[in-house]
């Protein structure tokens, strides 16, 4: 299982960014997929959860309303699309690999393999 994710970067507050995590080595479309992040002496967080065929998401409250989760899975990609970014947003963003055909998870143990992290950095 291979997870990477791209699309990280710098932006100032109210800007958008669009993440991208490529998928290999498994059955992508049987899988949900999550985001999550992590700010340096910080616990990763929960940001938001898709389901194997795109029809469910879910969003940590601080997120909603401003980032979108999609993905294509002929294409082995799960995106995540990020609008009116805060300072608060500035964290390690990390995708993994979730439960098949289960419940969406918010909590880092319901997640079984996770990419490298993109770099995202919101100034104000």
């Not at 490529?22 to 389901?51: C, H, L, N």
């Not at 990020?82 to 997640?111: F, I, Q, W």
Request: aromatic letters at 12%; a positive charge.
């Amino acid at each position: 299982v291979q997870l990477q994710a791209s699309g990280g970067g710098s932006v100032q507050a109210g800007g958008s960014l669009r993440l991208s995590c490529a998928a290999s080595g498994f059955t992508f479309s049987d899988y949900d997929m999550g985001w999550f992040r992590q700010a340096p002496g910080k616990e990763r967080t929960f940001v938001g959860a898709i389901s194997w065929n795109g029809r469910r998401t879910l969003y940590a409250d601080s997120v909603k309303g401003r980032f979108t989760m999609s993905r294509n899975n002929p294409e082995n990609t799960v995106y995540l699309q990020m609008n009116t970014l805060k300072p608060d947003d500035t964290a390690v963003y990390l995708c993994a690999r979730g439960g098949e055909y289960g419940p969406l998870g918010s909590h880092p143990s319901e997640y079984a393999y996770w990419g490298q992290g993109t770099q995202v950095t919101v100034s104000s």
